[in-house]
């Protein structure tokens, strides 16, 4: 049994999530990372001018890469003195969205960007000489993203990969938290009547930024298992076909 103040805090937890709360950890300074047609918005946490393995952190669903849950993380890393910490925004977060008017392509573009930053970091970065190992860390859906970069990398670029809470088969995660998260389902599935709470505010967000012609009553009716097929699919079909140099049908997608 949890006791009120950890009810409390766990609760405060959830709306942060909700509600995109960032956090710049102490001792982190806020970058910008090349990442090939991007700038994305990072936080950079350097121990000292020692050669050591860099962890690369990103977030996972609609997350900020200043996200509390993940920020957190990056903190406690940078406490043991042992790695340099790197915070990393990926197309879904709200600053990419803001910044750069693109969106989440499930993870094909995203793990284009992330072993393009990586490569910059190593290489061309004025702390290149401090990295001695790289080390990309995912969680939720940005797991997927660390396995399609780790697959995709064949430079050698990324030394190791840790996944939390993976979500390898999106399509099968957004019905059943689409089912958990409606009707009298939601009672029981607190959490999942969270997320659809957060993709709502999500999809309003991409609407004001990006005028995809969602209209108020769509937002509201958003469903997880909406995004490929009507946002992400549609946003990137041509992105797509020049990048595989053929059309793509949404069942290979």
Not at 55 to 64: Q, W
Not at 83 to 109: N, P, W
Request: proline share 4%; net charge positive; aromatic share 10%.
């Amino acid at each position: 049994r949890h006791s009120a103040d950890e009810r409390k805090a766990a609760q405060a937890k959830l709306n942060d999530f909700i509600k995109g709360t960032e956090v710049l950890p102490k001792g982190f300074k806020p970058i910008k990372v090349p990442a090939g047609e991007l700038q994305l918005s990072a936080a950079l946490y350097l121990v000292d001018e020692t050669p050591r393995p860099l962890v690369v952190l990103i977030p996972g669903t609609f997350g900020s890469h200043l996200s509390a849950y993940i920020s957190e993380t990056a903190r406690l890393l940078a406490l043991s003195g042992q790695y340099h910490v790197v915070l990393m925004a990926s197309r879904m977060s709200v600053s990419t969205v803001k910044d750069q008017k693109v969106l989440g392509s499930g993870g094909i573009l995203e793990s284009r960007d992330i072993l393009a930053a990586i490569k910059w970091i190593r290489k061309e970065s004025p702390w290149a000489d401090v990295v001695q190992k790289v080390g990309l860390y995912g969680v939720s859906l940005s797991a997927d993203y660390v396995v399609q970069t780790m697959a995709a990398d064949t430079e050698g670029l990324v030394d190791s990969g840790l996944v939390v809470c993976g979500a390898f088969n999106p399509e099968a995660l957004a019905a059943e938290i689409d089912r958990k998260g409606t009707g009298v389902r939601k009672i029981k599935y607190v959490w999942a009547g969270f997320f659809l709470k957060a993709l709502a505010m999500h999809a309003a967000y991409l609407e004001q930024e990006l005028k995809l012609g969602l209209t108020a009553e769509a937002i509201k009716n958003f469903k997880l298992s909406d995004y490929g097929p009507q946002l992400s699919f549609k946003f990137y079909e041509k992105k797509f076909a020049e990048l595989f140099g053929r059309p793509l049908p949404y069942s290979e997608f």
